[in-house]
């Protein structure tokens, strides 16, 4: 998809004859010239570095060990956290048996990240369906409690509290209200007896995409809570924060001004600097057990939240830039990979003490696009064999 995107790019350039009205910068012009456009008021002080993609140099740096605000470029953390300490391929299972008890209702999660509450939504992307599970426990206590949902139990387990609400909910509003009761996975293994109904979630690897492309602060959570998990800390902020300073460390990239309040970016209270992000970013792009964390960013001017992105303030970039987003209020950020000509660069833009606003962020990111379509550019081929004569 994205050849085919650069290579309409490119013909159309050819077919009216446009010429960028600036040649993209060498490696030895950059520094000058970002001097210049991050001095924007738009960008208003603004951190940022740029690392060649093959060599690890730093190209050019701004601010660029000042802690910043990194609204949900903070994602990234949690993309590779998720495909460090969990698999891919892994899958999420909800099952809900009538109990050993009689007016007992036993529902055996897996803390699935993603279960929808619409269930033509859930069907549509292959998700777990709270209303299927919902509906079918309900039916299955009427059969064999004659009809009635007076005085039943529900005990759970790997269910977030989001979702036990939303349960709760489905079920008041048609007449149910049970005691629910949280218990351990092994407790709930001990009392299900009869299966009622079952669901199960996408692979990882999908629900991973869709939190990138799209900056779902939910999933962004979630799935850093079940990696902080994993890696041996606790289900909650504390222990992700833990598992961010892990990462980094496993990296050997200097962690000592990262605070996390939060795995999606959301908290004001959060810090990074772009340093610290731009090396992590160029250490999984040379690591193949990452390689979904790059194909899952957004595509400028292609897809996920880049997709009206470089249109119109820097055309040249179209299909050429993976990146995470971030905005707040009074904060715009970009990080992510630039192709530019023969070479790749890791690019972070921290622009957190921009005035408050959606006209100043818009400005913000404008300023943002435009500074990187000066270094944009498709990576054609130096040497082009030629066509073999027809036998």
Do not use: C
Not at 96 to 119: A, M, R
Not at 133 to 143: E, G, Q, V
């Amino acid at each position: 998809m994205r050849q085919k995107v650069l290579l309409f790019l490119l013909a159309a350039i050819t077919a009216i004859g446009i010429v960028p009205a600036k040649a993209v910068l060498s490696v030895a012009s950059i520094p000058p010239v970002f001097d210049e456009l991050l001095h924007a008021s738009s960008l208003s002080n603004p951190a940022m570095i740029l690392i060649d993609g093959e060599t690890g140099e730093v190209v050019y740096e701004k601010n660029s060990l000042s802690q910043r605000k990194p609204a949900s470029v903070m994602k990234i953390l949690s993309g590779v956290a998720t495909l460090k300490y969990l698999d891919p391929q892994a899958v999420f299972t909800t099952e809900v048996s009538l109990g050993v008890q009689e007016k007992t209702l036993v529902i055996q999660g897996s803390f699935d990240p993603w279960i929808s509450t619409s269930h033509s939504v859930a069907r549509k992307m292959n998700r777990e369906s709270l209303p299927y599970l919902a509906f079918n426990s309900m039916s299955a206590l009427k059969r064999t409690n004659g009809g009635s949902l007076k005085q039943i139990k529900v005990l759970y387990s790997g269910l977030y509290s989001q979702d036990v609400a939303n349960l709760k909910s489905f079920w008041a509003k048609r007449g149910f209200k049970p005691t629910m009761k949280s218990v351990s996975s092994d407790e709930a293994s001990l009392n299900a007896e009869s299966f009622v109904v079952g669901d199960t979630s996408p692979t990882l690897d999908k629900v991973l995409d869709f939190t990138l492309k799209w900056s779902d602060n939910l999933l962004a959570e979630r799935l850093a809570r079940l990696s902080a998990r994993a890696a041996g800390y606790t289900f909650n902020d504390i222990g992700v924060s833990a598992t961010f300073a892990e990462i980094l460390g496993s990296f050997n990239i200097d962690s000592t001004q990262l605070v996390v309040a939060d795995a999606s970016g959301l908290s004001k209270q959060n810090r990074i600097t772009a340093a610290m992000l731009g090396q992590l970013l160029y250490k999984v792009r040379n690591d193949e057990r990452y390689n979904l964390l790059y194909r899952s960013l957004p595509v400028g001017g292609v897809s996920g939240t880049l997709r009206s992105r470089f249109l119109s303030t820097a055309p040249s970039a179209v299909g050429l830039v993976h990146a995470k987003t971030g905005t707040l209020n009074g904060t715009v950020t970009l990080a992510g990979y630039v192709e530019s000509s023969d070479r790749e660069y890791i690019f972070v833009t921290l622009a957190d003490e921009i005035p408050r606003g959606a006209k100043a962020g818009s400005r913000a990111r404008d300023a943002i696009d435009r500074i990187l379509g000066r270094i944009a550019a498709p990576n054609i081929p130096t040497e082009i064999s030629e066509a073999q004569p027809a036998a």
